[in-house]
């Protein structure tokens, strides 16, 4: 291996004869890295230069030259709800298969049916929100529309990840709890949730982040553009379909810049949750 | 038992009854639509039949079926090489710390929103692709590129562990029967990940097939597939751009129900596929 050779001292050299594969693999990884960061690096050459605190704060407009300001609230708030939707009962979920359920005939259908879920695409949830919640109920495309979208979406995605942090805790922890004569739930409330705690928040962050750049779901439900004031009744446009919006359908003299702006903070504030959330799961650990 | 231990169990039961229920109905809404789509245009004629022209009512989703197909295997022999070889440097060329540093690196780039890799793909890949082949840039070719470089990130680090999983006593016993590190690798490591490998793939297949935004920005959006440098659609895009189309109401609106229904039967193929390999090795 490659990186033996600063132990030179201590081990015999290995041939760079039966390390040629070796090399070539390296080579491919390091130039697919490189197109990874291609994809971040034009954001910022294009984005950074249009990026100022006018930009991040006033309101969009229709010849361009606005900010993403009501976008930003939009996708902090929609987000946030949903979260505090859905994550309490995703937690509720995967207790229930990771501590109570053992491998009985309902998990075996449950966990390839929550693998499906996982997969299902979200355009789909938005075609069944428009479906249902504004053709049928007559709900307005509005926050509180995309917030049912994003929250279906996030169900099952946040299950999944909880269900891998419980699972991570090992049976001998519970068990000593039981054998204590700790009941079921105190062996929950009192070792599993405290010690889960930090892994929690950190796929919290990571739930969080997935749920800032759904675009797919939102462009129907929550719409292409904001309301005057915040409500959950006013038109919702998130910074994923201001991006998607400008980019594709933009016709202003500068939208090529206002994307790759409105990009930069979108991938800022996903950065932001993903540090912030794992930042605070050290702390927590610590 | 306390009493708080049984009002928490009824707790948790109904928090799986209603997640079971609200996905159960949901999944009906997409079948009764489709169920209707079907009675009216049926299925056969409808699924291989490539005219797509909803004035006429002529819903032929062929076009749309092997776009989705097209696109994301495409995508998944894009996105094998440099995936692998990212496996590889992070299990068994970086060594201690910077393997972790490594795979919360490429964690990152698993979050990156999609639509910022269908941007790249606008700034980037459809410019480049037109200056080479002298047609629009549009089309599948552009879009398995875009949808490769979104997949690398979730397979290469699957496929990481999947390294990680081979037993140290292969590696050992290789080595010490005087094979090269090479040889070590491709006899004995990659064949040994094989199972969690080809797992790895299904599950980034399953992402690839169901990108909608990524993908809708750089294929083009014609509605009949005719070669892989020219404009064409998938199954989500076409759901993407026919929603206002075909609105609530409209006689045309339940194809596009039979298209979410055939999205949910190709990922169902996607999750048993992964089962049943997940059995065959260890």
Redesign the interface.
Not at chain 1, 183 to 186: D, E, G, H, T
């Given at each position: 291996?490659?990186?033996r050779g600063s132990q030179r001292g201590k081990m015999l050299k290995?041939?760079a004869?039966?390390?040629?594969?070796?090399f070539m693999?390296?080579?491919?990884?390091?130039?697919?890295?490189t197109?990874?960061l291609?994809?971040?690096i034009?954001?910022i050459v294009?984005g950074a230069p249009w990026l100022n605190l006018a930009f991040v704060f006033r309101r969009p407009q229709e010849l361009g030259s606005g900010g993403v300001g009501p976008e930003i609230v939009n996708t902090v708030v929609m987000v946030g709800i949903t979260q505090f939707i859905s994550l309490p009962?995703a937690l509720?979920?995967a207790?229930?298969?990771v501590e109570?359920d053992h491998g009985s005939q309902f998990a075996r259908w449950f966990d390839?049916?929550l693998?499906?879920?996982l997969?299902?695409?979200?355009?789909?949830?938005?075609?069944?929100v428009?479906?249902?919640a504004i053709?049928?109920w007559h709900w307005p495309v509005s926050v509180g529309s995309g917030i049912v979208a994003l929250s279906?979406i996030n169900?099952?995605f946040s299950?999944a990840l909880m269900v891998q942090v419980l699972r991570q805790i090992p049976d001998s922890w519970r068990e000593a709890s039981w054998a204590l004569g700790a009941?079921?739930?105190?062996t929950?409330i009192r070792l599993i949730l405290p010690v889960a705690g930090a892994d929690i928040i950190e796929q919290t962050g990571?739930a969080v982040?997935?749920l800032?750049?759904?675009?797919?779901a939102l462009?129907?439900t929550a719409g292409l553009n904001v309301g005057k004031k915040f409500s959950l009744t006013a038109p919702g446009e998130t910074l994923?379909v201001h991006?998607?919006y400008v980019?594709?359908e933009g016709l202003t003299a500068h939208a090529?810049q206002e994307?790759?702006a409105t990009?930069l903070v979108?991938?800022i504030l996903?950065?932001m949750v993903?540090w912030g959330s794992q930042k605070m799961a050290q702390w927590m650990k610590a | 038992m306390l009493k708080i231990d049984k009002a928490m169990d009824q707790v948790t039961y109904v928090s799986m009854a209603l997640f079971a229920a609200i996905w159960i109905v949901l999944i009906a809404i997409i079948v009764s639509g489709a169920w209707h789509f079907v009675q009216t245009h049926g299925f056969v004629s409808s699924v291989a039949s490539f005219q797509w022209d909803p004035l006429q009512s002529h819903f032929g989703i062929g076009s749309f079926i092997v776009g989705s197909i097209t696109v994301t295997l495409l995508a998944l022999v894009l996105a094998i090489p440099g995936s692998l070889a990212l496996g590889v440097l992070g299990s068994r060329i970086l060594q201690g710390k910077w393997q972790q540093q490594f795979v919360r690196f490429l964690t990152v780039f698993v979050s990156v929103p999609s639509v910022l890799y269908g941007w790249w793909g606008l700034t980037v890949v459809v410019p480049g692709i037109r200056r080479l082949s002298h047609t629009s840039g549009y089309g599948p070719l552009s879009a398995s590129i875009v949808l490769a470089l979104m997949i690398v990130p979730t397979f290469s680090i699957l496929s990481l562990n999947a390294l990680r999983h081979v037993p140290e006593s292969y590696i050992e016993g290789s080595i010490g029967l005087g094979a090269s590190e090479d040889q070590t690798l491709w006899h004995i490591i990659l064949p040994a990940a094989r199972p969690r490998i080809v797992q790895a793939a299904l599950i980034a297949v399953a992402r690839g097939l169901g990108e909608t935004i990524a993908v809708q920005m750089v294929i083009g959006g014609q509605v009949r597939i005719t070669s892989l440098l020219h404009p064409a659609s998938t199954l989500t895009t076409q759901l993407l751009t026919d929603l206002p189309l075909l609105p609530v109401g409209v006689p045309g609106h339940h194809v596009l129900d039979f298209m979410a229904l055939w999205l949910l039967i190709l990922m169902t193929v996607i999750v048993w596929l992964q089962y049943r390999l997940r059995g065959s090795g260890t």
């Open positions: 291996m490659i990186t290995p041939t004869q039966g390390r040629v594969g070796h693999l390296a080579g491919i990884a390091l130039l697919t890295l197109l990874l291609s994809v971040i034009p954001l294009q009962l509720l979920n207790i229930y298969r109570y390839p049916g693998q499906i879920l997969s299902l695409p979200t355009m789909i949830i938005g075609l069944i428009v479906d249902v053709a049928h279906i169900w099952p299950i009941s079921r739930w105190q929950i990571v982040a997935r800032m750049g759904e675009t797919a462009i129907y994923a991006l998607w980019r594709t090529d994307a790759a990009g979108l991938l996903v950065l993903l | -």
